[in-house]
């Protein structure tokens, strides 16, 4: 591999344009050399941005011509399967967003895929990348030793008649409420030994609450609170460990109590991160960093496919374990 990787793009939509290819742009040691989107118009004016000269409405002939380090498939889930596995059958390193496919039975194939043919592939579980959720959890952790409870909330409104990702292809879970699932498991850093959990519509045509007890081989407490019916997004975590507890709100601050003191200190989310753009304090900048670095060192990332099965199968045990 050269000095700078060689990044292939497939997608020209809004996360790819808002947040993943302005933090490629940012990293001197990355070359974009080819992007791929079947909307002419998207695709020019993605590549007119970031400066991309090579533009393909086939992502295979892309694949051939630009010879890539590592790919970006920036697709809905419904359709990321067939090119993320050829892509890894012919030895590219791979990130995709979540969810890892529709089902817990695809990214297990990827991780084959991706183990069989010596690459690696990453999956955005942006909330483990964020600079103040990484800062409050070290803290916790230093302070306290293990954490003994995990709080992960995950609130939305949606009124949609029908099904509001992709027109029913995936479920909210899947789609998009498990982002709450993966940083539960990351924040717990155990294995899930037992779960109970409540699953409910509240009157609409699809499931749009999710709420779990989740027991892990740690003695960690995960609880996992989600619900699309509530009064808008609210997006936070707690985390609880010997004499301290850190409740954190990363699009603002986290707020840190420690030996019985009523407020110890306050953390802003910006200026932790030292930035105000979004896609650099909400993790996206630092988790396209950490699979750069991966590609060139050969390490397995944290967000790794092999590690989204086991996000996968939790949102799976939660499905089944529910009243």
């Known amino acids: 591999m050269t000095d700078k990787v060689r990044v292939a793009l497939i997608g020209a939509g809004g996360m790819a344009n808002s947040v993943h290819y302005p933090s490629l742009a940012e990293f001197d040691d990355v070359e974009m ?8 118009s998207k695709l020019n004016e993605t590549a007119d941005r970031f400066g991309i000269e090579k533009r393909y409405a086939d992502y295979q002939q892309m694949l051939e011509e630009t010879q890539p380090d590592a790919v970006y498939v920036l697709m809905p889930p419904h359709h990321l399967y067939d090119i993320v596995i050829r892509c890894l059958e012919s030895g590219i390193n791979v990130f995709i967003e979540k969810p890892p496919g529709v089902s817990t039975h695809q990214i297990r194939w990827m991780a084959e895929f991706a183990e069989k043919n010596g690459v690696i592939g990453m999956v955005g579980f942006n909330r483990r990348y964020i600079p103040l959720l990484e800062l409050c959890r070290d803290k916790v952790v230093v302070h306290g030793g293990a954490m003994h409870q995990v709080v992960s909330t995950f609130y939305k409104w949606t009124e949609a008649p029908m ?13 998009d ?27 609409m045509k699809y499931d749009v609450a999710f709420n779990a007890l989740v027991e892990f081989d740690n003695d960690c407490l995960g609880i996992l609170l ?21 409740f954190v709100n990363p699009n603002y ?25 979004n896609f650099k304090f ?6 396209s960093r950490h699979f750069i670095d991966c590609v060139k060192s050969g390490q397995e990332p944290l967000t790794s496919f092999q590690d989204a099965v086991k996000t996968m199968e939790l949102v799976d045990k939660i499905y089944q374990s529910g009243m």
């Open 226 to 246: 989600s619900n699309w019916r509530c009064g808008g997004r609210v997006h936070q975590f707690e985390m609880h460990a010997a004499g301290i507890s850190a």
């Open 253 to 277: 601050e986290a707020v840190i109590h420690a030996d019985g003191e009523e407020f110890v200190e306050r953390l802003d989310s910006k200026q932790v991160a030292g930035s105000d753009e």
């Open 163 to 175: 099904h509001p990702y992709y027109n029913g292809a995936v479920d909210i879970l899947t789609s």
């Open 282 to 287: 909400y993790g996206f900048y630092h988790q």
């Open 177 to 203: 409420a498990v982002h709450a699932v993966d940083t539960m498991r990351f924040l717990a850093d155990a294995e899930v030994t037992k779960v109970a959990s409540s699953v409910r519509s509240l009157g």
């Open 33 to 40: 050399v080819g992007l791929c989107d079947v909307v002419e």
